[in-house]
């Protein structure tokens, strides 16, 4: 099966890292551990991947770095606790915990 | 291979310089830069924006996407950056270290109130005038999680925030209550002015993410449509209570769901190109600002969101 998307590995810089001309051509999925998702056999994707120098990874690569930070910060949310606190507490003070995440082909 | 004079009838034109008075579909020869362009329907999409000096979430906001200000935050921060567009600049702080608080007004004009500090929620407020922060009246109840609407340091709603349905109004020396939204709610996402706002999602007891939305007439609040994705700790922007833009939060997950209010309904948009929660907002539903967050913790980044009427393309050629 063709695969959809390709994924690479870049550090977002700020201003200039997406710009909206290439925002408006394709549609960019950033997950944590800086792991950016474009669309797969796509001259703009491709563009972008080359213009922030992005390393790239396959679905399973990036899949393994996401899933590291994910679990990383599932980690430090069940360590860190209040006394007493109830859990729709915790959640109002830290926010949910972070889900799983798994990404397309 | 068909040529296009003769599908239309007319040659494609060449220009030195883009053609005036363009309409959709229109395609010339640009001879300057060598390439064929279009004049295509307008697409609104984010792109990233500057780096904060100091990544927090939950901070407060004002101003537009090119003349913003961010101030408070989370680790009870008393930052205040500005942002011209390109890059943020720090400058004083404020008086009271705080996260969660409310803002309104622009980047000259502001006002933060509320919030809380490392024990309590507040009921502090204080009033920018482009250089510094000066402590100003309190609000009549303290609280948290506090979001609001205004144009100036001058003219402000607070509404919500602690699970309440507070709103009070801020007429440049004093707080005073106004009638409550129909729903109490905490960490809501607000828009407009003193006399126009609408505030939408959040958190209830009862539901932890919402997607409810009521609109504020100068006198009380109404309801209206509510958002297609349920949500707290999201951004919003929007100048009066019949356009506004909401974007991130969480809800089972952070979310980069971005949807656009019409005054009738809220209408799915491109996403942030990464999800955030805990983000604020300001700008129009033309031209906004998203910035802080979490996950990440404390994330410094911000997008820009642009939604022209129009825009010119160039053709692509394989």
Redesign the interface.
Known sequence: MAKTYQYCVAENWGKGFIDHDESQRITFVGYPGNVWQVPAYNKHGNLWIAKVAGAVKTKDQAQTIVTAVVEAGQDAWDANNVDGESSDEKIARLGAKPVDITLEE | MSEYKAIHGVKVRDYTTDPDNLIVGQVWYDKTNKVLQFQAEG?A???????MNNGRATLGSSGTQTAGLAFGGSGSAAHTETYNG??WTEVNDLNSEREALGGSGTQTLALAYGGEDANDAQDLCESWNGTSWTEVGDLNNARQTIVGAGASNTSALAFGGGNSAHTELWNGTAWTELNNLNLAR?SMGSSGIATAALGYGG?R?SS?FDGETESWNGTSWTEVADMNTDRA?LGGAGTTNTLALAFGG?S???T?NTELYNGTSWVEQ??L???I??NAGTGSTTAALSFGG???PNSA??E?W?NPTL?IKTV?I?
């Open positions: 697409a999409s984010w792109a990233s924006g500057g780096d390109s890059a905490s958190a007891p932890a700790t969480e089972t997950a952070v980069a491109n996403n190109n990464t999800a929660a805990k979490s996950p990440s980044k911000s820009e642009n825009t692509d394989d």
